[in-house]
């Protein structure tokens, strides 16, 4: 694939991105960052038993990017994402 067929897949990916909304988050108490921790860690294990259950990766509604942070930060915690192995 060379640079203009790569850079045409990548404007049309965020086009196409730019059109997704989700809805306001109608809930109580949300998710925040702890749970979005605890979420982020297990995430390989809720990926897997979503195939044979009702079962989301992702918590919605969440609290917005608290919870992101917390999930990005338990993903990177269990799959080893600080990249001290890459020498």
């Not at 044979?52 to 919605?60: C, E, N």
């Amino acid at each position: 694939m060379n640079r203009r067929s790569f850079a045409i897949v990548i404007l049309m990916g965020l086009v196409l991105a730019s059109c997704a909304t989700q809805p306001e988050p109608n809930a109580y108490d949300p998710p925040g960052f702890l749970l979005g921790l605890a979420h982020g860690f297990v995430s390989l294990f809720s990926l897997i038993g979503s195939a044979f259950w009702d079962i989301r990766v992702y918590a919605f509604p969440n609290s917005g990017g608290w919870y992101d942070l917390g999930f990005v930060i338990g993903a990177a915690c269990f799959f080893g994402g600080t990249g001290s192995q890459t020498r």
